[in-house]
């Protein structure tokens, strides 16, 4: 089973789905071969729609927070995918505070693109309400928890909120990978770590909140998703932690937004050009 295209006499370019199979009597003796295929015209057609509308979604700008240069981006390997970002506003606060949010549900596709709107939606909300990190994270848990019930699904998700005149990181790990902050200076990489677990697991359970001072000037947050350092090249071969923190070491210097379109042209390089096999997200947060 594949998808593919055919031409037309009038050369237009059709989507289908080809399926293949052995036809075979009621003895089991193969008579020959089967062959099906469909147009996948109107289907192909709904989920670009649907890719349109996650799309916008997404922070079409960086928020504007003096002392700090933020980026980022979010590329489903599918015509729609199950990882987001954010930037949120808590209530009561200021200038010097900003607060992000990356996430991913497992799998990719439509159903995990749908749960992760759904995310999204009630995140947004409660983070509108007073609370701290981990309330907001224990209050999206239980709202997951029935909508993921039974559905072998869940969700990992990291929060970061900073506060950049008391110089202080909080964040909740909810089972994702660690958050990175890198010193230029030492040309070393902290993780930001925890152990909690995925968001609609178990009801009511309750979320540690993590904190520790910084960032200092020239330090790099950086929120990720495990579909950059899992994408494979031609040879098997993966691309890597160590490869990921390289090339952010690499382009420090750069702004915020030139380190994220240098890791995603880093990944484009190693991977000559094939499709990601999972959804690929980074969050760049530099204190100036």
Known sequence: TFEGQILSRDNKVIPVLIHGNNLR?????????VAFVSDLSEQKKALQLAAEIQ??????????????????ISISSDEIGGDYFDFLDQPGCQEHTMGSVVGDIAGHGVDAALLM??????????????????????????????????SGRFMTMFSLALDSRSKTIHWVKAGHDAALL??????????????????????DFQFEEFSMQGPNP?????????????????????????????????????SAHGIVDSVVESLRTFSDGLKPADDITLVVIKKL
């Open 218 to 254: 020239g330090q790099i947050l950086i929120l990720a998703t495990d579909g950059i350092w899992e994408t494979f090249n031609g040879q098997g071969e993966m691309f890597g932690r160590d490869r990921f923190r390289q090339a952010i070491s690499k382009h420090a210097m750069m």
């Open 25 to 33: 009597d009621d003895t089991g003796h193969k008579l020959g071969n």
């Open 55 to 72: 799309k916008s979604l997404l922070p079409n700008e960086s928020p504007d927070v003096p002392g700090f240069d933020v980026a980022g």
């Open 182 to 203: 890198y010193s230029p200076e030492k040309d070393d990489f902290t993780e930001l770590g925890g152990r909690d677990l995925p968001l609609g697991v178990l009801k």
């Open 117 to 150: 709107t759904s995310a999204r939606a009630f995140m947004r909300m409660r983070a509108t309400k007073p609370g701290n990190l981990s309330d907001i994270v224990y209050d999206l848990n239980n709202h997951l928890v029935d909508d993921l019930y039974g």
